[in-house]
């Protein structure tokens, strides 16, 4: 779920510096974010920590070089992955977590949309970011997109909270797609394959009588033209 987990990610680096005399970074992670901040989530807020991801990562370039700057900033991410995205998909499939969180995305200027695509005991989903917020203001700091501070960061975090989990950024609006994907799978638990199975079943056979439908009312109208044609001719 691009953006939830690095807004959280930020966040949390702001409460670590404004409140020193929490007695380790690691105590924050492991509970003590506050819930007025989690309520309290909007897109000037969410907009101020992404930009100053942009500069804690450029800073950390500048002195430790992309590959280890990348995995300074990786260091709490999984965890934090883990509580944030686990609490949405613990108990639901991808697609139906995504769903979940889509109106906090919603707050932070994202504009989300979710397909299921599971099948052959594959739990998959599809995100589809209609919305890049962070778009506009990387080149603001010498990144030719920001692709590589946020989305990739987040997919790495991904893979490393949820072993078994393969994520992929499918199309990029930074790289000149209209939309950004992302795709993510991992093995289907029982109960939820069979719950899969179902809601498969009914959408496939709805899908079908709606094509079928479709399909005669155009069957019709090419009759009527070819008819009319005999007329013409």
């Given at each position: 779920?691009?953006?939830?987990?690095?807004?959280?990610?930020?966040?949390?680096?702001?409460?670590?510096?404004?409140?020193?005399?929490?007695?380790?970074?690691?105590?924050?992670?492991?509970?003590?974010?506050?819930?007025?901040?989690?309520?309290?989530?909007?897109?000037?807020?969410?907009?101020?920590?992404?930009?100053?991801?942009?500069?804690?990562?450029?800073?950390?370039?500048?002195?430790?070089?992309?590959?280890?700057?990348?995995?300074?900033?990786?260091?709490?991410?999984?965890?934090?992955?883990?509580?944030?995205?686990?609490?949405?998909?613990?108990?639901?499939?991808?697609?139906?977590?995504?769903?979940?969180?889509?109106?906090?995305?919603?707050?932070?200027?994202?504009?989300?949309?979710?397909?299921?695509?599971?099948?052959?005991?594959?739990?998959?989903?599809?995100?589809?970011?209609?919305?890049?917020?962070?778009?506009?203001?990387?080149?603001?700091?010498?990144?030719?997109?920001?692709?590589?501070?946020?989305?990739?960061?987040?997919?790495?975090?991904?893979?490393?909270?949820?072993?078994?989990?393969?994520?992929?950024?499918?199309?990029?609006?930074?790289?000149?797609?209209?939309?950004?994907?992302?795709?993510?799978?991992?093995?289907?638990?029982?109960?939820?394959?069979?719950?899969?199975?179902?809601?498969s079943f009914f959408y496939k056979l709805k899908n079908h009588i709606?094509?079928?439908?479709?399909?005669?009312?155009?069957?019709?109208?090419?009759?009527?033209?070819?008819?009319?044609?005999?007329?013409?001719?």
């Open positions: 779920m691009i953006g939830i987990t690095n807004y959280f990610n930020d966040l949390l680096v702001v409460i670590v510096e404004n409140q020193k005399e929490m007695k380790t970074e690691n105590e924050l992670v492991t509970g003590n974010l506050r819930m007025e901040d989690i309520i309290t989530i909007d897109e000037s807020k969410a907009m101020k920590l992404f930009r100053n991801r942009f500069k804690r990562y450029k800073v950390l370039v500048e002195e430790l070089g992309d590959e280890a700057a990348f995995e300074k900033m990786m260091e709490k991410y999984p965890q934090q992955q883990q509580a944030l995205m686990g609490t949405f998909i613990e108990d639901n499939t991808l697609a139906q977590g995504f769903k979940k969180a889509d109106p906090l995305l919603e707050l932070m200027g994202f504009a989300m949309e979710i397909v299921d695509i599971s099948q052959n005991e594959i739990d998959a989903a599809l995100e589809i970011q209609r919305v890049c917020p962070v778009l506009a203001i990387a080149k603001e700091y010498g990144f030719d997109n920001p692709c590589r501070v946020f989305c990739e960061m987040e997919q790495e975090a991904t893979r490393r909270a949820f072993p078994g989990m393969k994520a992929a950024i499918l199309s990029k609006q930074a790289e000149g797609s209209c939309v950004c994907v992302f795709k993510y799978e991992r093995p289907a638990k029982k109960v939820m394959a069979s719950s899969t199975d179902k809601q709606s094509k079928v439908a479709a399909l005669v009312t155009s069957l019709i109208k090419i009759g009527f033209k070819m008819l009319a044609m005999r007329f013409i001719n």
